[in-house]
C-alpha cells in the first residue's frame, strides 16, 4: 500500500521561505513520478511543480516559477519544495502526489493528506 507523507507547513511572513517535504513509500519497483499541488477554502486543487522520476525535467506553474523549485534525491521516492519570496496569495494547503508521467504528462494516483502553509502580509 502506498502512503505519501508531507511535512513543512507553517507561518511565515511574506518574503519568507519555507520548505515542504514529501515522501511516498511503499513502492518496490522504481520511483514515481511526483507534485505538488495547492488548495485554499472554495477553489479547486491547483497545480504548483512537478518533476520526472529521474529529476531531470520540473515543471511549474506560472505564478510560482522563479521563486519555488522543487527537487528529489537521486531519483528517490522523497522530493522538497523550497518556497521562496512567498507571498499572502501563496496561502493553502499543499498536497503532493505520487503517479506516472513523464516530460510533457503527469498521472497523479496518490496523494498525501496536505500541509498547511499561511503567508502574512
Known amino acids: 500500500q502506498v502512503q505519501v507523507v508531507e511535512s513543512g507547513g507553517g507561518l511565515v511572513q511574506a518574503g519568507g521561505s519555507l520548505r515542504l517535504s514529501c515522501t511516498a513509500s511503499?513502492?518496490?519497483?522504481?520511483?514515481?513520478?511526483m507534485g505538488w499541488f495547492r488548495q485554499t477554502p472554495g477553489k479547486s486543487r491547483e497545480f504548483v511543480a512537478r518533476?520526472?522520476?529521474?529529476?531531470?525535467?520540473?515543471v511549474y506553474a506560472d505564478s510560482v516559477r522563479g521563486r519555488f523549485t522543487i527537487s528529489r534525491v537521486n531519483a528517490q521516492n522523497t522530493i522538497y519544495l523550497q518556497m521562496n519570496t512567498l507571498k499572502p496569495e501563496d496561502t493553502a494547503d499543499y498536497y503532493c502526489?505520487?503517479?506516472?508521467?513523464?516530460?510533457?504528462?503527469?498521472?497523479?494516483?496518490?496523494w498525501g493528506q496536505g500541509t498547511q502553509v499561511t503567508v502574512s502580509s
Open positions: 502526489a505520487a503517479g506516472e508521467g513523464g516530460a510533457s504528462t503527469f498521472i497523479a494516483t496518490f
Open positions: 511503499g513502492r518496490a519497483s522504481g520511483p514515481y513520478a
Open positions: 518533476i520526472t522520476k529521474s529529476g531531470v525535467t520540473t
